[in-house]
């Protein structure tokens, strides 16, 4: 029974790695975000949790304090809704788009690192009147999905950050 599941776990692996499915790698942000704080939205808000785990994860360390910061990451939007993208023929509902913004910039010692960013993300999904509780469930997932993506977007942008006087061509 052992050697079975060691064998079906071997497959699996194989299969993934045979299909290009790999792990995301932690990505390399430079030196200079190394103790990073988040300014201009909610402090407690999703957006932030996610942001400061994903910034964890590469080794940065989000701090609460300007002073002792070597990068500020600046929200300067964070903005979500829905709009109704299609009816039927009494005027209801079936359809909703809906959007999220996130403008950010990154500054260090009062210079600026990244110039304001601003990224949008936008997702359609059929809306059933007579089931609106899944509808609003699965725009929440939307959501969150979305804010997640945003999160990953953010890190790429972070990744090509150059502190000043570093050149150009540094990896």
Same mark, same amino acid.
């Given at each position: 029974?052992?050697?079975?599941?060691?064998?079906?776990?071997?497959?699996?692996?194989?299969?993934?790695?045979?299909?290009?499915?790999?792990?995301?790698?932690?990505?390399?942000?430079?030196?200079?975000?190394?103790?990073?704080?988040i300014v201009g939205t909610n402090p407690y808000g999703t957006l932030v949790r996610?942001?400061? $785990?994903?910034? +964890? &994860?590469?080794?940065?360390?989000? !701090?609460? @304090?300007?002073?002792?910061?070597? #990068?500020?990451?600046?929200?300067? $939007?964070?903005? +979500? &809704?829905?709009?109704?993208?299609? !009816?039927? @023929?009494?005027?209801?509902?079936? #359809?909703?788009?809906?959007?999220?913004?996130?403008?950010?910039?990154?500054?260090?010692?009062?210079?600026?690192?990244?110039?304001?960013?601003?990224?949008?993300?936008?997702?359609?999904?059929?809306?059933?009147?007579?089931?609106?509780?899944?509808?609003?469930?699965?725009?929440?997932?939307?959501?969150?999905?979305m804010r997640s993506d945003l999160v990953q977007v953010i890190l790429r942008r972070?990744?090509?950050?150059?502190?000043?006087?570093?050149?150009?061509?540094?990896?």
């Amino acid at each position: 029974m052992q050697s079975g599941l060691k064998a079906g776990i071997v497959f699996v692996v194989t299969l993934l790695v045979g299909c290009g499915y790999h792990l995301q790698r932690a990505r390399n942000l430079p030196p200079v975000m190394q103790r990073t704080i988040i300014v201009g939205t909610n402090p407690y808000g999703t957006l932030v949790r996610q942001l400061t $785990r994903a910034l +964890s &994860g590469t080794n940065i360390e989000v !701090v609460q @304090s300007p002073a002792v910061a070597t #990068a500020e990451l600046h929200i300067l $939007r964070d903005d +979500s &809704g829905q709009r109704v993208s299609s !009816v039927d @023929s009494r005027d209801r509902p079936q #359809a909703y788009e809906l959007h999220y913004t996130i403008s950010f910039s990154v500054t260090h010692q009062d210079k600026t690192l990244l110039k304001p960013q601003t990224v949008s993300l936008t997702r359609d999904y059929v809306f059933d009147p007579d089931n609106v509780l899944a509808g609003n469930q699965e725009a929440q997932r939307l959501l969150a999905a979305m804010r997640s993506d945003l999160v990953q977007v953010i890190l790429r942008r972070l990744a090509a950050v150059k502190a000043p006087g570093e050149p150009a061509g540094k990896p």
